[in-house]
C-alpha cells in the first residue's frame, strides 16, 4: 500500500483545513487508518484514527483534538480525509497518514499545517 498525503498549508488561528490520504489499495482491506502528526523537536503523536468494524468504521481521537477534527473516509476513493477546524498555533506540525493491515504498515509523506496567531 501506498498513501499520498495531501491538503497541509498555512492557515490563521480559529480557521479550518481538509487533509486528505489516497491509499493506493482499497481501504477496506486496510484494518486501520491514521493521522499523526510531529511538530519540530516533539515525537509523533497518534491525532485520529479510524478502524473498520464489520462495515462500521470505530473513530478515536488525540484529547487535544475531541470536538473540533474529524476522521473520515470515503471508501469509493480510497481515501481518508481529516477535517480540522479551530484550529491553533499548537496545532502546527507535520501531518502523516498512516495504514495498518494485518503485521504490516505504510505511513505517506508528510504535509505541512502552520496555524498563525
Known amino acids: 500500500v501506498q498513501l499520498q498525503a495531501f491538503g497541509g498549508g498555512l492557515v490563521q488561528a480559529g480557521g479550518s483545513l481538509r487533509l486528505s490520504c489516497a491509499a493506493s489499495?482499497?481501504?477496506?482491506?486496510?484494518?486501520?487508518m491514521a493521522w499523526y502528526r510531529q511538530a519540530p523537536g516533539e515525537q509523533r503523536e497518534l491525532v485520529a484514527s479510524?478502524?473498520?468494524?464489520?462495515?462500521?468504521?470505530?473513530?478515536n481521537y488525540a484529547d487535544s483534538v475531541k470536538g473540533r477534527f474529524t476522521i473520515s473516509r470515503d471508501i469509493t476513493k480510497n481515501t481518508v480525509y481529516l477535517q480540522m477546524d479551530s484550529l491553533k498555533p499548537e496545532d502546527t506540525a507535520v501531518y502523516y497518514c498512516?495504514?495498518?493491515?494485518?503485521?504490516?504498515?505504510?505511513w505517506g509523506q508528510g504535509t505541512q499545517v502552520t496555524v498563525s496567531s
Open positions: 489499495h482499497s481501504i477496506l482491506a486496510i484494518n486501520a
Open positions: 498512516k495504514a495498518d493491515w494485518g503485521p504490516r504498515s505504510a
Open positions: 479510524i478502524r473498520s468494524v464489520g462495515r462500521e468504521a470505530s473513530k
